[in-house]
C-alpha cells in the first residue's frame, strides 16, 4: 500500500487513525455536553471513548499489515510511527479504565475527563507522524492544552489547581521557545519540512550557521520541557503531584513517549549533518538526567512524586538512545518505551488501588505489611518495581530494554561507553528507592492502626493484571517485542551522522570532526567517511 502524499485524499487516507480519534473525540465531547454530569454517565463516556481507541488501533494494525508506506511529504508513514501510535493508544485506554475507576471514587462526574484525553492523544499521534515542523507544533499544542485542562480537573484540589497553573505557565514559556526555535531554523534553510532542512544544510554548507544553530538550541530547550529533562524538568514533581492519578500516569507514559518519539524523528531526519554541534548538548542533558532524576528520587517519601523522579530518570535512559545514531537508537527507543510504559500504569494503577478519597495514603510506608492483606497487589508492584529498576527474572522486559539501551550506546555509530557505564551505576542507585517499596510490602508488619482498604475496582484490577502479565511474558519471550522494533522498516528512516553525505556537502570547517572532546566519537570517523567529499565549483 503506497500513498502519494502530494495527492490530498491520499493524505488524508494515510491520516486516518489520527481522524478517527479526533472525530470520536468531539462526537463524544457533544454528547458530553448533552446532559446532565452523573457518574453513570462519566462511566458510559469513558466506554465509547476505550471504543474509539480499540478502532484507532485497528486501524493502525490494519496499515501494518498491508505494509503501508509513503514517499516524501508532511508526514511519516512507516513503522515507527505505527508503533508509537499502538503505544499511545495503549496508555491511552489504561488511564481510561484507571479513570473510570478514580473519577467515581473522587466524585469527578465530568465525562469530559475523558474526551480530553482523546483530543490528548490525538496531538500525539500527530507528533508522531509530523515531518514538518508546523505539524509538530500543532500536535504538541493540542496535546499539551487538553493536558493542561486535565491536570486541574478535580476542581476540589488545591494541588492540582497549583500543578496545573505550574503547567501552563511553564509550557507556554518552553512553547516559545520551541516556536523561535523553529523560526529560526526555517530562517536559515528556508523550509520547515524535515528531509529538505537536511538537505539544504548539506547542500548549502550551513553547518556552522549561527542561524540555524541558534535555532536548534532554542528547540532543544522546548523538547526539553516536554520530556522533563534536567535542568528543564521544575515542573515535573509538582505537577505529576497535583494531577489526578491517572493523569500522572499517562503524563509520565503516553506524553513522554510522544515528545520523544517527534524528538527522535526531527533530530535524526532534519539535523543529521550538525550531529557534532548537538551531540554534545544531549551527551550532557542525558547525563545529568539520569544522575538527579536518581539520587533525588532517593529522598521521596510521597509514592507519585518517587514515581515522577523516576520518570525523570528514564528520561535520561531514553536520551542516551538519542545520542548513539539513528538505527540502533530508535530500535532501543522503540523496546524500552513499550516496556516503561506497561510498568508505569501498572505503578500507577496499584496506587489508584490503595489510595483513598482526596489521594490519601500515598505514603510509601503506608504500603507496610500490604502482603498479608492484599497479596497479589503486592505481587503485581514488586513485578512493576522491577520492571522499572530493570532487574532481570520478574521484571524481564525492563532489563531487556535497558540492556538495548546500553547496546546501542556500546555499539552504535557513535559510541557512548562512559554515558552505558553512568547507566549502569544510576540504575544501581534506583535500587534503593524501587526496593524500598518491595521491602516495605513484603518484610514490614501492618501496624494496628492502618486504615481498611477499600475495594479495587474492575477496570482498575484488569489494568493492574494486563500489565503485569504483559510485562512476564515479554520478559520471557521477549523475541517478538524484539523483531518488530528492530526490524528495518521500524528504523527512522533518513540520513544517519556517518552516512556519506551527497556530493555537494563539503564542511566549512576542516576542523570539523573535531568539535567533540576526545573520545566521544571515535578518532577519524567522521574524517572517513566526510573530509574526502569535494563539493563542485561555485559560480
Keep these: 500500500m503506497q500513498f502519494d502524499l502530494s495527492i490530498p485524499l491520499q493524505l488524508t487516507a494515510a491520516l486516518t487513525p489520527d481522524i478517527v480519534m479526533m472525530v470520536g ?61 499502538l503505544v499511545l493508544l495503549l496508555g491511552t485506554t489504561g488511564t481510561i479504565a484507571l479513570s473510570m475507576d478514580y473519577n467515581e471514587r473522587e466524585l469527578i462526574t465530568a465525562g469530559e475527563t475523558h474526551v480530553l484525553t482523546l483530543f490528548a492523544t490525538s496531538g500525539m499521534m500527530i507528533l508522531a507522524a509530523s515531518r514538518d515542523l508546523m505539524l509538530v507544533f500543532l ?26 497553573l505550574k503547567y501552563f505557565l511553564l509550557g507556554s514559556f518552553s512553547t516559545a521557545f520551541l516556536l523561535y526555535g523553529i523560526a529560526l531554523v526555517y530562517g536559515a534553510t528556508a523550509s520547515t519540512n524535515l528531509q529538505i532542512i537536511a538537505s539544504r544544510i548539506a547542500e548549502q554548507s550551513l553547518m556552522t550557521n549561527p542561524m540555524l544553530l541558534i535555532g536548534l538550541a532554542f528547540m532543544l530547550i522546548g523538547f526539553g520541557f516536554k520530556v522533563a529533562a534536567v535542568p528543564f524538568h521544575m515542573w515535573a514533581p509538582d505537577v505529576y503531584e497535583g494531577a489526578p492519578i491517572p493523569i500522572t500516569a499517562y503524563m509520565a507514559a503516553a506524553v513522554k513517549a510522544a515528545a520523544f518519539a517527534a524528538f527522535l524523528r526531527i533530530w535524526f531526519e532534519a539535523f543529521p549533518y550538525v550531529f557534532m554541534q548537538w551531540h554534545g548538548a544531549l551527551w550532557w542533558l542525558a547525563a545529568l538526567t539520569m544522575v538527579f532524576g536518581n539520587i533525588v528520587a532517593l529522598a521521596q517519601k510521597n509514592i507519585k512524586r518517587m514515581l515522577a523522579y523516576s520518570s525523570i530518570a528514564h528520561a535520561g535512559y531514553l536520551l542516551v538512545a538519542l545520542t548513539v545514531g539513528r538505527s540502533l537508537g530508535s ?11 506497561l510498568a508505569t500504569l501498572g505503578a500507577f494503577g496499584i496506587v489508584v488501588a490503595l489510595s483513598s478519597v482526596g489521594e490519601a495514603h500515598l505514603d510509601v510506608d503506608d504500603y507496610a505489611g500490604l502482603w498479608t492483606t492484599r497479596p497479589w497487589l503486592s505481587v503485581a508492584m514488586a513485578v512493576f ?95 517478538p517485542l524484539v523483531r518488530m522494533t528492530q526490524s528495518k522498516s521500524a528504523i527512522i528512516p533518513g540520513v544517519s551522522p556517518f552516512d556519506a553525505p551527497p556530493p555537494s556537502f563539503k564542511p566549512r570547517n576542516p576542523m570539523y570532526p573535531r568539535t567533540l572532546r576526545p573520545g566521544r566519537i571515535p578518532p577519524g570517523a567522521m574524517q572517513r567517511r566526510v573530509m574526502p567529499v569535494r563539493m563542485p565549483p561555485q559560480h
Excluded at 473525540?25 to 454530569?37: E, N, Q, T
Excluded at 530500535?331 to 510504559?341: D, P
Design 25 to 85: 473525540a468531539m462526537i463524544l465531547m457533544l454528547r458530553a455536553a448533552w446532559g446532565p454530569d452523573s457518574v453513570v454517565r462519566q462511566r458510559s463516556i469513558g466506554a465509547w471513548a476505550i471504543g474509539v481507541c480499540i478502532i484507532s488501533a485497528a486501524t493502525i494494525v490494519y496499515f501494518m499489515m498491508k505494509g503501508a508506506s509513503a514517499g516524501p511529504g508532511v508526514i511519516a508513514v512507516d513503522n515507527f510511527r505505527w508503533v508509537i501510535d
Design 139 to 164: 500536535g504538541i499544542e493540542l496535546m499539551s492544552i487538553a493536558i493542561y485542562v486535565l491536570v486541574g480537573i478535580n476542581r476540589r484540589s488545591a494541588k492540582g489547581a497549583e500543578g496545573a
Design 331 to 341: 530500535s532501543s527507543f522503540l523496546f524500552y518505551v513499550v516496556a516503561y510504559t
Design 385 to 479: 518495581m522491577l520492571a522499572l529498576l530493570g532487574f532481570p527474572i520478574f521484571g524481564g522486559v525492563g532489563f531487556f530494554a535497558k540492556w538495548y539501551i546500553i547496546q546501542a550506546a556500546l555499539q552504535g555509530p557513535a559510541p557512548q561507553a562512559r554515558l552505558a557505564v553512568l547507566l549502569v551505576i544510576t540504575s544501581v542507585v534506583s535500587t534503593g528507592y524501587y526496593l524500598r517499596v518491595v521491602m516495605v510490602m513484603f518484610m514490614k508488619p501492618r501496624p494496628d492502626h492502618a486504615p481498611a482498604l477499600a475495594r479495587v475496582g474492575s477496570l482498575t484490577n484488569w489494568v493492574i493484571g494486563a500489565a503485569a502479565v504483559l510485562i512476564l511474558v515479554l520478559g520471557v519471550y521477549p523475541n
